[in-house]
Structures are given as structure tokens and as C-alpha cells.
């Protein structure tokens, strides 16, 4: 074999082995693209698996798919993604990603003979209540002679071992006899429906309250917009660009 002809097939094999080398997609990227945020077999409430700011550590969704504050977990029986806010912990009902909307319930709801939390809670730096959230009061009867059982109602067991009512009051029943324990939030289409005795007060906070999560729009869109998945740097919490290549400050396009 002539030395050219040699050195060319030595040229050739070192493209070839060399090739997956150089065109490996990042893991990173390829992590967070195909990775779905979901408990068991069940299906995500996400509509795809691009879930930024959201991510999991225990549900194979690793920092870097989102934000630090932004941590979901699945709940006891493995079956529905939670986080806490205000000490409130949530269940996720549903995502509206295209408008940063997530639907979140009391997950004490869901327990058997478990009561309700009042919430007081405003908004933070993550979360906001979004505009079709209204809050609610929920009231108990301090006068043993009224009837409540045409009224709204929750019978459940308080923390201290003790059945207690909560009562909705339509706006055409007085206060008088009743006692407010707090306000809880519901969405306002639940809370017409209890208005027109329409539906359950079960029901009503069951289906959850909006939240609107407060991240960076137009980074995340210039991010997305060339070809680049939205996520952060594992060690500093910053926005990254997850890219084919590598991580980028903010676009595919951009230096790194």
C-alpha cells in the first residue's frame, strides 16, 4: 500500500470514529427535552416535557430543567406532583404553560376526613394569585341552634381529634350566629357555583385556585426561539440556555 493511500484511509477512519465526537448532543439539552415531569405512569399535567421553571429532584427532572424555587415532588402514594408554599402544601391540578398559569389545590383536601387550611397569602418573588382566583371566607356556626345543613358544607376532623363544620354563606344568609375561621382561595367560576348552590363546597376547593408564576418572558423566548430549551445553572440558580451544544447565557445564538 502506497504511503497517499494509507494516509488518506487513516484520514478517513479518524473522521468516522471521531464524527459521534464531535456532533454529541449535550446531555443536558437532551435531558430536559425528553424527561417528563410526572408521578408514576400517570399522565403529566404538563403538555410537554419542556417544563421550565418546574423541575423535580426525586422525579428524574433534574435543576437544570428549571429554577431552584420551583421544586415539584410527588406526594405519600406517588400518584400527584405537590410543592409548598406559605406553608400550604399544594397539589398541581393542571398547567397552563402558554400563559404561566398553574392550578394548584390544598392537598389536606384529598385525605380522608382531612379539613381545609385558610390561607393568607398575597403573592411572593415565584407566585402570584392569578385574576381568576378570588378569595373565600369560611365560616362555623357558634350558635347550636341554627341549621346549617341547607348551607355549603365541610364536616371533617381538626387537629385536635375533633369533628368541626365549615360553612360557605351565600350572600343572601346573615353572619350573625356564625364565626369566620379564615379565607381560603377558589376560583371564581366555583365560587358562582356556590353562590347559585350549584355545586358542593367539597367540590368547589377540590378544583383548586389559579397561580400565575413570575419568570423572565423574553429570556426564556429568545432561548426557545433558537432552538434552545429554558433552564438554569445547577450551581449558581442563573438562567441558562440549554442548547444542542452546550449550555449558552441566553440563545443557542450567543457566545456561551
Known sequence: MSISILLITTIVFLFVVGLPL?????????KC????LRCGHKPSVFSNNITYPFWGADIDKPVYCGRPPFELSCNDDYQTLTFEI????????STKQENNTITVAD?????????PKTWDFNGDDQFTLNPNTEKMDLHTCSDPNISTTSLPNI???GSDGYKITYLFLPPNVSDHGYKKAGEIPVLKSAKNA?????????EALQGGFEL???IDDQVCRDCTNSTGVCGSDSTSGKFRC??????????CKDEG
Open 212 to 214: 400565575r408564576y413570575i
Open 33 to 36: 427535552l425528553s424527561s417528563p
Open 22 to 30: 464531535c456532533f454529541s448532543v449535550d446531555q443536558r439539552y437532551e
Open 194 to 202: 356556590l353562590h347559585d348552590l350549584e355545586t358542593t363546597l367539597m
Open 155 to 157: 364536616t371533617c376532623t
Open 86 to 93: 406559605a406553608d400550604l402544601m399544594l397539589r398541581v391540578v
Open 107 to 115: 392537598e389536606s383536601l384529598f385525605e380522608d376526613g382531612g379539613c
Open 242 to 251: 440549554l442548547c444542542p451544544d452546550r449550555p449558552h447565557k441566553s440563545s
